[in-house]
């Protein structure tokens, strides 16, 4: 595998007009491809070959305070320049740059020779304010150009003609091939987007099926690495495009993202038309936001030249270059254009990124579904191939799949082999997944899949400095995160919490805080550890670049975690929709989250809310999370005397309402009071209160005793009071045989069976005299009293566990259940009957 050396950028040097800038100044305009490997390596290049004093970056023009941060030796991207309305956090932006984007190559490039970078695309103020239905998106060059070429995908023929073929003129002529789209476009007016510098119609073509390269280009050639091979390169409509308009313009959650946030006709993102749903036989529209886009970026051009700037790069996608080129012209025609753009208060910073999030198929992608790859290609120059494919085997082995040597061998004869018949110069991407499929895979999609999640796409996380601009929330939970040693990873990892250790329980009361403010850093789950006791907690932890506009959404109630918690909850708190279940959850939250400052007004609330709720089942619903903090105690030693009066509180007023709201209900509404009732139960049971617990079962009696109750609740009242040894098994039995006389019918039979033995397989088992008297009645039962009772009873018994299930058909095999026949009477033995009856008699006359 050969290391190839991009060829020095074709671009003619075009000196600007009189009047922006010294007769000498010259300009060099960059049309890359948005995170292409080759495009960066080849800006790199040329950059470091035309020495600029001044860079000029397709981005947002008010984010220029923050291209210092580049410099930082803690910047790591991925990272994203984020943009939002601080009224409106919802209303926000990404701009996404990775290693291998061109854009971050030119702002290192500045970095490292002290040249001055700016950006000169619209402002974020402008873009956030824009109406998003404004803009003409739907369409796409790029697969213009590759239908004109035979190609039925844009994505191959980028490759083909611009990725994979070492001569950088090919750049020269797709800048030629887009002034021709943009030539034969829809303008919205006629002389709004012309310039002096837009070039002419092209000449014929030697570029395959489209364009030839033209005599004299203004635009830069940039020239990859002849191993890119992009795949499906589309941002979604909700994507940032970096460098060009953002990415992801994102509205408040829970309202449709509007399509068309990103420049979709921009070409240097090499948007793909089947996943950005473009239409590549509609008709190319160059509309006025892309017009005033190339208007503002000329404006910009023109400040920094009469600024003094001699030698001027101009880094942007390749679907601008030619409205950027040759000489400028008046500024006035641009004027008009930008005049009376809306305009709003916009805050900017940095915040990480992941490889997934540039990903097409991420919420806020930015049209790149091989990330991973792409960073392989551009930090590996020798044998990138050979190379990749050990990583790959280093992935499947870390997954316990057996992949040698001769494996990494045998695929790297077949990448070069598939490159050699398709005619390319090297092998590719999708070469050398074939390869993996064939040779290490054995055809297994699932262990491909493997490769792909965490090699081709990846999961790496970028970093910024602690002093990058931040609302103070941030600055909080950063400060709380690396005091705790809790760092934030893009890929998922769980962590075992002992409560009994103080570093342990402010994890958690951070992790509670972060999800009350809506932000899931954490997630509770079931960890591997196994424990009764409410000492340990388990979470998995995942950090996902979206928590940053949260974030600041978050900032809204306080400048730090605790602060902002107990203000959001508190206002939750206050509604007046609130329910006493939602009350009740809210305060066990914030009891988790150790939020004291909030505890106080929400057992007040609580309380208020419970003494004018009048339905018992919304009482019902609030005392197991009440009860759920008092279990065992609390061992993150919070004060829980007041919650404990809440709760004998609800207890009194469930105790005196329940037996009047169990009658006349149907059989769903009957179910869903059950299972209210069995947590209710539960919850009151391991408290473990004497008081509590003898009202509970004296609540349960009368519920039992009732005639009017639906079989479901009084067949479970009975079930957890000779479960607590309130009534016997002898009382528990004539229960049932009252339940299964004449005078009920089939369906509340079943239904009192139903409630009785709920999930209790085991009882069965073990109480053949119970088994005995349900398998009588059922053997009673007429053939359409059978039918009728059929589907109650099969999930009556679908609920048990397969072995219970297993065990029940055991014992009837074993026992039966039909009443034994009496044995036929045998013959007396005189002669014996007296012999025991002297023995009898003499016992008895020994003990008189």
């Known amino acids: ?373 792409y960073h392989h290609l551009f930090t590996e120059t020798e044998r990138p191939v050979a190379r990749w494919l050990t990583k790959v085997a280093g992935v499947l082995r870390a997954h316990d799949l057996p992949v040698s040597s001769a494996h990494i061998i045998e695929a790297v004869r077949l990448s070069d082999t598939l490159a050699a018949l398709r005619g390319r110069p090297l092998a590719g991407l999708s070469e050398v997944t074939e390869a993996v499929r064939s040779v290490m895979c054995g055809g297994d999609e699932t262990m491909l899949r493997l490769v792909i999640d965490e090699l081709v796409v990846g999961e790496t996380l970028g970093a910024v400095p602690e002093d990058t601009p931040t609302v103070p929330l941030a600055a909080d939970l950063r400060a709380r995160s690396k005091t705790l040693r809790l760092k934030q990873e893009a890929l998922a990892r769980n962590v075992d919490l002992d409560l009994r250790k103080d570093r342990d329980v402010e994890r958690s009361h951070l992790l509670h805080r972060l999800r009350l403010l809506g932000i899931d850093w954490g997630t509770p789950t079931t960890g591997e550890v196994r424990s009764t006791g409410t000492f340990r907690e388990t979470w998995t932890l995942r950090w996902e670049p979206e928590f940053e506009v949260r974030i600041v959404e978050a900032a809204v109630w306080g400048t730090t975690l605790r602060t902002a918690a107990e203000a959001k909850i508190l206002d939750t708190a206050s509604r007046e929709d609130i329910t006493v279940t939602a009350l009740a959850h809210a305060l066990e939250l914030a009891l988790l989250a150790d939020l004291g400052g909030a505890t106080d007004g929400l057992i007040t609330r609580l309380e208020d809310a419970a003494a004018l709720d009048h339905d018992v089942t919304h009482l019902l619903g609030a005392l197991p999370g009440l009860t759920r903090t008092l279990r065992y105690g609390d061992v993150r030693g919070t004060d829980t005397k007041a919650l404990a009066h809440v709760a004998d509180g609800l207890l009194v007023r469930i105790c005196a309402g329940l037996p009047g709201a169990v009658t006349g209900l149907d059989t769903d509404a009957a179910e869903a009071l059950r299972a209210q009732i069995d947590a209710a139960h539960t919850a009151i049971s391991t408290r473990d209160d004497e008081h509590a617990s003898t009202e509970w079962l004296a609540t349960l009696q009368r519920i039992a005793d009732r005639d009017d109750v639906h079989g479901a609740i009084g067949g479970r009242a009975v079930r957890l009071l000779c479960d607590a040894e309130r009534i016997d098994d002898a009382e528990s039995a004539r229960r049932l045989a009252a339940a299964l006389s004449i005078g009920n019918t089939p369906a509340a039979k079943a239904a009192w069976i139903d409630g009785f033995l709920g999930g209790r397989g085991l009882l069965l088992v073990h109480d053949r005299e119970l088994l005995r008297r349900i398998d009588d009645w059922l053997r009673d039962l007429a053939e359409d009293q059978f039918v009728a009772t059929l589907p109650l009873l099969r999930r009556t018994f679908g609920s048990f566990e397969s072995g219970e299930r297993r065990a029940i058909g055991q014992a009837l095999r074993d026992t039966g259940s039909a009443p034994t026949t009496p044995a036929a009477p045998t013959d007396v033995d005189p002669t014996r009957g007296q012999l025991a009856l002297r023995a009898a008699t003499a016992i008895l006359g020994a003990a008189g």
């Not at 993202?257 to 038309?273: F, K, L, M, V």
């Not at 509609?282 to 910009?300: G, I, P, S």
């Not at 600024?307 to 008009?336: E, F, N, Q, Y």
Request: glycine share 10%.
């Open 1 to 373: 595998m050969n290391e190839h050396t991009p060829a020095e950028a074709n671009s003619t040097e075009s000196p600007v007009s009189a009047g922006t800038g010294g007769g000498d100044a010259v300009t060099r305009v960059f049309g890359i491809r948005h995170h292409g490997p080759g495009s960066a390596r080849s800006l790199r290049h040329a950059l470091e070959e035309f020495r600029p004093d001044a860079i000029l970056i397709e981005g947002p023009a008010d984010a220029d305070p923050l291209v210092g941060f580049v410099a930082a030796d803690t910047m790591t991207p991925p990272v994203a320049l984020l943009a939002y309305v601080p009224d409106s956090p919802a209303r926000a932006a990404f701009w996404p740059f990775a290693t291998f984007s061109p854009e971050w190559q030119a702002m290192r490039y500045g970095a490292e020779h002290a040249v001055p970078v700016r950006f000169c695309d619209l402002p974020a103020a402008t873009v956030l304010a824009v109406d998003d239905e404004s803009r003409g998106d739907r369409t796409d060059p790029l697969g213009t150009l590759a239908a004109a070429a035979g190609y039925d995908d844009a994505e191959r023929w980028w490759d083909a003609v611009v990725e994979s073929v070492p001569d950088s003129t090919a750049f020269d002529a797709i800048t030629e091939a887009m002034a021709a789209l943009r030539e034969d476009a829809p303008h919205p007016s006629p002389t709004s987007g012309s310039h002096p510098g837009h070039p002419t119609a092209p000449s014929p073509t030697t570029l395959p099926g489209t364009v030839a390269p033209p005599d004299n280009s203004a635009a830069t050639h940039d020239h990859t690495n002849q191993s890119e091979q992009p795949t499906d390169t589309a941002p979604p409509s909700s994507t940032p495009t970096p460098g060009g308009q953002p990415a992801d313009t994102v509205p408040p959650r829970n309202t449709p993202t509007p399509g068309g946030q990103h420049e979709a006709d921009d070409t240097g993102s090499a948007d793909s038309s089947r996943d950005r749903g473009a239409d590549t036989g509609a008709a190319l529209v160059v509309d006025d936001h892309t017009l005033r886009r190339e208007a503002h970026m000329r404006q910009v051009m023109r400040q920094v030249l009469k600024g003094g700037a001699k030698r001027l790069a101009v880094v942007c996608g390749a679907w601008h270059a030619p409205a950027l080129t040759g000489t400028l012209g008046p500024a006035a025609p641009d004027m008009r254009l930008l005049k009376g753009l809306p305009k709003t208060k916009a805050a900017l910073t940095w915040v990480p990124w992941t490889h997934s999030r540039l990903a097409a198929g991420s919420g806020y992608g930015a049209g790149v579904t091989s990330p991973g790859w």
